[in-house]
């Protein structure tokens, strides 16, 4: 029962379809990337792939081979056109904000090519920072967007390198008029940084839009109505060396980037993180409902 | 190789060095919950050891045991401990954000070189030497502080030695719970894509650890109440582990 | 006051260290001693012999507790020492291990103060204390005093033991072997040394040795052990050698065992040859009348004279010739024959 | 069969593991996740015998050295000791770029680590073999290379082993930071443990890894008895 | 074939081993030896004695080359040792060490078979030797082969580290104090084995002992060292005995020489009674005629008949009475004061 439980539901299939080779996909560990590395590895197995998956913790682990060892990766189309500025143009390069994927991805296009990267179709689901408060916090406040935080002195709660960034600390004092007294690297939409906010170290914490656990924890995200956040739809990064060989990945993948939305996305990393279903698990279902297999 | 470059231009840069989050402060932080950790490893560890070691028995279930500690990444045991509600997160004194939970974690890691050389130490102190010291009538007490502690002094010390130096190495995982210490500048750096300061961060520590490690060196060799020429027959690494089979040949026909 | 008084009392009677039926059997069954008897008097000096393994060591342990016996009881002064603090018991009793044992992280006058110091004496007197006996010993305190115990030979090292044991003026004194590692001459000279400073603290001394030339040479009485810790004979040294009780002591104390039967026979004034024509001056070398018929005959045997003149303080008493020589040989055997 | 059973019982209630419980000790887990609990503990054992091995490959001629050339002894236990200090958070991403996200990478990272306690002891095994015996073997007419091999290695094994037990246990521990890089084993789930609040995954992963130190420990201990048995019944004489 | 056959015609003339003009200062300006220039002829049987520190080992192993000399040259057999490969000169010196030195991790038969192995013979050769070579030194194969080292006693481990370096049938045979953790019966018996195979096995043999009775019974040639490595006194055992070349030979030698001549004095016939009147029912006990006056007088001293029968063979020849000693130390006296 193994091979149809979580494991790889598709290696049934894979005989039927063609021998394409193989492929290997990289990407981060945390449970969004995971689940949707679980789903490209499912359906590139399906389509005749030999797949080889290695999940790490920070983005920098896989850059360091992408793209010449590693072929396909599940990206944020703002997480790897900054990624791409910055080690390009050093640590304290000018940021990309833009709110819009496509726009963004223009902008990164000469970064892209020289990386030897393409992006293929962006989707309609996207998963940027979000900041959020504790419901006693926000009412006793009167807090329900950033800006209402303008003046307030808050400890924040984020991501290692939160500090300085434009779509995070920096964003939040310079745009924003917040006075952020500490940083706490405490990790992206990570139990420490909720754990924080909710025992009252910070007030303020830097999460996921698509953590769906926000709610039964007694937490609530603040509007980005200044828009600081550049997008972060997702989107499939490939070699553009393998894409050159393996055209039709484009298909399979950009099928998957048009079937999922930000909700399908919440729910789904619900079922990871709150049921403890496994990736693979989750992923396989949601892409027999969705019909792609 | 930017990186080299930039990491050269991180350590040259003074504010790298200075403020709130400079080196030097960072340092400061990461030295007291080091010593802090080895203390209090020093503190537990010791007694037991040196009094198994002098009464003659159960030193090794305890080396057995301490080591087999060793098998609990420091990281998980930090988490662990961070995750669970005591010690948790809480501030505690000088040590900063979860200083309680990363001393804990510390002081188990440094545990098990203090108790292994502790013990040893002791036991090896030449049964001669401990017979002459009964025959005279010593008691118990004065036979272990006049005898035997002075002659273990410098294989515990040695032990310390490594503990210090690994527990220093170590202490930078403080980092991945908000933690105290040069951790911050090397997470810092990888998360960032700044290779260069990560490197720095990296290089600090580890001239860092030369120093403490050269430094214990010269506290062990002070410790040894034997002045002798140096031969190659002393103790003069970090070592965990001490030549016993020597002294059992000679020990033969008795 | 009353304890006192009694122990002195008794002093006269008791001896200073019994043995009753005592035993050793090792945790692994290794027989160490068995059933041994031992009475040794007030001032005595007792070797203990035998061959390597016979629980000479284990016997000498038991006297101060660092062994505990299996069987039997042991009298120190009439008390019997498992009833005594083993801590207590030590500080009155001198040991010197067969190891020598020295504190290698103390100087030398450090490891001699040991003791005194032990006893609560102050820093001073116990240093004072501790020069003189390197000095008996023979160990010069300017030169030795502040190094280290790896810095001394084997031999020296051995003498600092002895120093340390006797610090504390112990009324009873138990050495394993305590020259073994020292060359025959420095050997000859500490045996000398200590002869003369037992005699003169008039210590009780038990004397571990595996060396029957020397047990001979410095015990008033003999205890040869065999193999498995049986006392095969306990007489002294002349008896030992003349009348072994047993084969095993026989072969223990060796086929030339006539020949060290001298070294114990005293030089007797009817063997000595009156003065009559022998000038003084034509002596080449003299004896005193205190030395044994060996030495006599040594000191004969290397002059060529073949005549030795024989003293009694300053005075001249006689001449010691080989036929001298000879008839206090067949005196000796004489008095064998008797005793057997 | 499985997927429905699994989720009718999350409908029921939640599993002991379910972050709404997040229990501590959970057989429940153990039994769901029974695959990957294999497969990573299969990875650590690989990943950290690997390491051990490499890394004794390395620290024999390296500790020969040291002893062949007494001037160079410093240098190469400073050397082992500086790598040593290296957080491992910073050796394996700069290692990468050469060795890919791979096994390898973390089998040299945790080799270096290892190199520091492994010279250090069989440097002190070799000199723990009696002189006399080192001179017996020299005045027998034994060459350098042979005396090496046969007299000294032998003799040199007690200590040695000592050493390499407790390499083998740091290295246990040490192998789940290879998650780092993907490759950590039992780490990827402390890892990933820490990550979401998965208290089950995280306890369940850290004893394993325990319970791995203690049966490598044993199988060297086992081994050091089998490999040495002139030491047996000896420690009884005083 | 020339190199050998020319060897051959040297073997006559060159000792088997000499040293001239050998020092040895060590690093930190210990001098150790001094100026040594000793011969040592084929099958002799060489002692060095001297008291503990004086140059004795360091002189043995500069013979193998474990320690090298900072002035003069040794030859073994005519050829310089320093233009040797060490190894190979070391396979043809058996040594013995001071400390023994079994190989703990080998059982007792693999300990003595390892030179034969070195060598290249078979193992099962190897094995044959070994367990002879173990019978040799009286000690059973079938009780000691499977054992370690550590399983046997002090003594019977020295016996087995003068079976290993016997395995090789070396010409020459280096022994650094190889009876020193025995006790005297045993090692006794040991001298007497050992003198027995050598007499057999024709070694060259340099033994070092601090025990100058050791030296003077086993020695074809006893060297005297001098603390500081000086040689004192190199000479037959009787002569050194009895003519010491100084005053530092003469107190090591000690002041009972005298009866250590004894025993290295022969008996000689002018001093044995005709057996007239004696039956030999009378006499408890004989003697040989090939051993020392010491012995003789030993069992005269020990009889209580005062005469004791001398036999050559089963051939009775006489009988020795205190007499014939008497007149035998006049002889030996005698002889000495001409020597002198
Ligand atoms: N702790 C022990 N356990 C078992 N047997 C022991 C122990 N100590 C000594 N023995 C054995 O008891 C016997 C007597 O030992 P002891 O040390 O008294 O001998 P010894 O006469 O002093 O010999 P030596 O002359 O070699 O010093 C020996 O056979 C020895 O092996
Ligand atoms: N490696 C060394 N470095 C310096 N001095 C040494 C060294 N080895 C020996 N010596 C010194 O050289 C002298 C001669 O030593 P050696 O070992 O030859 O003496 P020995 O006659 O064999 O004495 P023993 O009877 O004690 O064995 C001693 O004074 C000793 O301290
Ligand atoms: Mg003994
Ligand atoms: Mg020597």
């Known amino acids: 029962d193994l091979s149809e439980g979580s494991d790889s539901p598709g290696a049934d299939d894979s005989s039927a379809a063609a021998d394409n080779g193989p492929v290997s996909i990289s990407g981060q560990s945390f449970p969004e990337a995971a689940l949707v590395a679980a789903m490209y590895d499912e359906l590139l197995t399906n389509a005749g792939y030999d797949t080889d998956v290695k999940l790490v913790d920070t983005r920098d682990a896989y850059m360091a081979t992408f793209p010449d060892s590693i072929d396909v990766v599940p990206e944020y189309v703002g997480g790897i056109v900054n990624f791409l500025n910055s080690r390009e143009n050093g640590a304290k390069a000018q940021p990309f904000t833009a709110g819009d994927g496509a726009e963004l991805a223009t902008q990164g296009a000469d970064l892209l090519d020289g990386a030897k990267i393409t992006l293929l179709d962006q989707s309609a689901a996207t998963d940027t920072n979000a900041f959020f408060v504790t419901k006693d916090y926000s009412e006793s406040e009167g807090v329900t967007k950033l800006s209402d935080l303008k003046g307030k002195s808050v400890v924040l709660a984020a991501a290692p390198d939160c500090e300085g960034r434009l779509d995070c600390e920096g964003g939040l004092s310079d745009k924003y008029g917040i006075d952020i007294t500490k940083v706490l690297p405490l990790g992206y939409a990570s139990d420490q940084t909720y754990q924080s906010v909710i025992k009252g170290e ?21 509007e980005d109505d200044m828009q600081i956040q550049p997008a972060q739809n997702l989107v499939p990064a490939v070699s553009s060396a393998f894409l050159e060989q393996h055209p039709d990945v484009a298909d399979v993948l950009n099928g998957l980037m048009a079937a999922l939305t930000t909700e399908d996305l919440t729910e789904l990393n619900g079922e990871v993180a709150v049921d403890r279903k496994t990736p693979e698990e989750v992923a396989h279902s949601y892409l027999e409902s969705a019909g792609l297999l | 190789m930017t990186v080299v470059t930039d990491a050269w231009d991180y350590l040259t840069t003074a504010s790298s060095w200075t403020g709130e989050d400079g080196m030097l402060h960072l340092m400061e932080q990461q030295l007291l919950l080091t010593i802090t950790a080895l203390l209090v490893a020093m503190l537990v560890g010791l007694p037991i050891a040196l009094w198994l070691g002098h009464i003659g028995r159960g030193g090794l279930l305890a080396i057995n045991i301490s080591n087999i500690g060793r098998a609990v990444p420091t990281f998980a045991l930090l988490a662990l401990l961070v995750v669970a509600d005591w010690p948790g997160t809480r501030e505690f004194g000088p040590y900063g954000r979860a200083g309680l939970a990363t001393i804990i974690a510390l002081t188990l890691f440094a545990l098990p070189p203090i108790i292994t050389s502790a013990n040893v130490a002791i036991r090896e102190v030449s049964p001669a030497v401990r017979q002459a010291a009964d025959g005279m009538g010593m008691t118990g007490g004065q036979k272990f502080w006049r005898v035997e502690l002075p002659l273990a002094a410098a294989l515990v010390m040695s032990g310390v030695r490594l503990a210090l130096v690994q527990v220093w190495a170590t202490a930078t995982i403080a980092a991945l719970v908000a933690g105290p210490g040069l951790g911050r500048v090397i997470t810092d750096g990888f998360y960032r894509t700044n290779y260069g300061k990560g490197i720095a961060g990296a290089i600090v520590v580890a001239v ?10 010269f506290a062990q060799r002070r410790l040894d109440p034997v002045p002798r020429e140096p031969s190659p027959k002393r103790h003069r690494g970090m070592s965990v582990t001490r030549p016993m089979v020597a002294e059992e040949t000679d020990t033969v026909g008795h | 006051m009353d304890a006192t008084s009694s122990t002195g009392a008794q002093r006269a009677t008791v001896p200073m260290i019994r043995l009753s039926g005592v035993g050793k059997t090792y945790d692994d069954g290794t027989v160490a001693v068995q059933e041994l008897d031992l009475e040794i008097e007030r001032g005595e000096l007792v070797c203990l012999v035998g061959p390597s393994g016979c629980g000479k060591s284990t016997t000498l342990k038991m006297i101060n507790r660092l062994i505990e016996p299996t069987t039997g009881t042991i009298e120190i002064d009439g008390d019997d020492v498992t009833h005594q603090d083993p801590v207590k018991l030590r500080r009155s009793i001198g040991y010197v291990i067969q190891q020598v044992g020295l504190f290698p992280h103390q100087k030398i006058l ?3 103060m040991t003791v005194p110091l032990l006893y609560g004496e102050s820093k001073s007197v116990a240093r004072e204390r501790a020069r003189e006996l390197l000095d008996l010993v023979g160990l010069d305190p300017a030169t030795y005093a502040d190094r280290y115990p790896h810095q001394l030979s084997g031999g020296q090292q051995q003498r600092v033991g002895v120093a340390r044991a006797l610090a504390a003026n112990p009324p009873v004194l138990l050495m394993d072997e305590p020259f073994g590692a020292v060359d025959p001459v420095v050997r000859t000279r500490l045996q000398d040394e200590f002869l003369r400073l037992q005699d003169e603290v008039g210590v009780t001394v038990v004397f571990v040795t595996h060396d029957i030339d020397e047990a001979v040479r410095l ?13 095969a004979q306990f007489d002294t040294p002349a008896r030992v050698l003349g009348r072994p009780s047993d084969e095993f002591v026989a072969e223990f104390v060796g086929s030339t065992s006539g020949l060290r039967r001298l070294t114990v026979t005293p030089l007797d004034p009817a063997h000595i040859e009156p003065l009559d024509g022998v000038r003084t001056g034509d002596l080449a070398a003299t004896v005193g009348t205190d030395i044994s018929l060996g030495e006599a005959l040594a000191v004969l045997l290397r002059e060529d004279r073949g005549v030795v003149g024989v003293r009694d303080g300053t005075q001249f008493v006689g001449v010691l010739t080989p036929n001298g020589v000879h008839r206090a040989l067949r005196a000796a055997l004489a008095e064998m024959a008797t005793e057997g | 069969m499985t997927l429905l059973a699994a989720a009718v019982t999350a409908a029921d209630a939640p599993s002991c593991y379910s ?7 959970c057989w429940q887990y153990v039994q769901d996740r029974r695959t990957e609990l294999v497969d990573a503990t299969v990875e650590h054992l690989q990943i950290t015998v690997i390491a051990i091995v490499v890394s004794v490959l390395i620290a024999f001629p390296l500790a020969l050295l040291a002893r062949r ?7 190469i236990l400073g050397l082992a000791t500086a790598v040593y200090t290296i957080p491992s958070l910073a050796l394996l991403p700069l290692l990468v770029p050469f060795t890919d996200l791979s096994r390898t990478t973390v089998v040299i990272g945790l080799s270096l680590y290892a190199l520091t306690i492994l010279v250090r002891s069989i440097l002190e095994g070799l000199r723990s073999v009696p002189d006399e015996v080192r001179e017996s073997a020299t005045g027998l007419g034994y060459g350098a290379t042979r005396r090496l091999f046969r007299v000294e290695l032998p003799l040199a094994l007690p200590v040695m082993m000592a050493g390499l037990r407790v390499a083998t246990v740091s290295t246990v521990a040490l192998t789940t930071v290879g998650t780092i890089v993907s490759y950590g084993g039992l780490g990827n789930l402390i890892s990933d443990g820490v990550q979401t609040n998965f208290r089950a995954e995280l306890m369940t992963a850290s004893i394993i890894c325990v319970a791995l130190a203690v049966v490598l420990d044993l199988l060297i201990v086992g081994s050091q008895w089998l490999l040495t048995p002139w030491t047996h019944g000896r420690s009884a004489r005083t």
């Open chain 3, 219 to 231: 015990g008033d009485r003999v205890a040869v052990f065999a193999s498995g810790g049986r006392l």
């Open chain 4, 19 to 25: 972050r709404l419980t997040n229990e501590w000790f």
């Open chain 3, 110 to 112: 450090a490891n001699v």
């Open chain 1, 202 to 222: 910070a007030q303020l914490g830097e999460t996921s839009t698509t953590d769906g656990t926000l709610e039964s924890q007694g937490l609530v995200v603040l």
């Open chain 4, 69 to 75: 050339i007494p001037r160079i002894e410093a240098l």
């Open chain 2, 208 to 217: 860092v650890a030369l120093v403490l490690e050269a430094l214990a060196a």
